[in-house]
C-alpha cells in the first residue's frame, strides 16, 4: 500500500487546511484509515481515524474542530482520506501523517507526512 499526502502549509491561528491522503491498495488493507501527528521529541499521537463504512475515532484535542471523511473505490483502487482542520492553534503545529491499515493493525501503512504550521 502506497499513501501520498498533502494540503499542509503555514497558516495563522483560527484559520482552516484541508489535508488530503491517497491510499493505493486493496479493501482489505484501506479498511481503516487515519491521521496522526508528531512533533519533535514527542511520540506520534492519533488525531482521527475512519472506517470504510463511516465510523470515525477523534482524539479529545480534536474534537469539533478536525472533520474525517473518506472517498471509498474498490479493490486496488485509490482511496482518498481527507482531515479538514479548523479553529487552528499553534499548539495543532506538527507533520501530519496519514496511515492505512485493517481492524487487527489500522497502522499497517504510513504515508510521508506534510507539515502543518500554525502561527500565533
Known amino acids: 500500500v502506497q499513501l501520498q499526502a498533502s494540503g499542509g502549509g503555514l497558516v495563522q491561528a483560527g484559520g482552516s487546511l484541508r489535508l488530503s491522503c491517497v491510499a493505493s491498495?486493496?479493501?482489505?488493507?484501506?479498511?481503516?484509515m487515519g491521521w496522526h501527528r508528531q512533533v519533535p521529541g514527542k511520540q506520534r499521537e492519533l488525531v482521527a481515524t475512519?472506517?470504510?463504512?463511516?465510523?470515525?475515532?477523534?482524539?479529545?484535542s480534536v474534537k469539533g474542530r478536525f472533520t474525517i471523511s473518506r472517498d471509498n473505490a474498490g479493490d486496488n483502487v485509490k482511496n482518498t482520506v481527507y482531515l479538514q482542520v479548523n479553529s487552528l492553534k499553534p499548539e495543532d503545529t506538527a507533520v501530519y501523517y496519514c496511515n492505512a491499515g485493517n481492524a487487527g493493525n489500522p497502522r499497517a501503512y504510513w504515508g510521508q507526512g506534510t507539515q502543518v504550521t500554525v502561527s500565533s
Open positions: 491498495g486493496s479493501m482489505f488493507s484501506t479498511a481503516v
Open positions: 475512519i472506517t470504510r463504512v463511516g465510523s470515525t475515532n477523534y482524539a479529545d
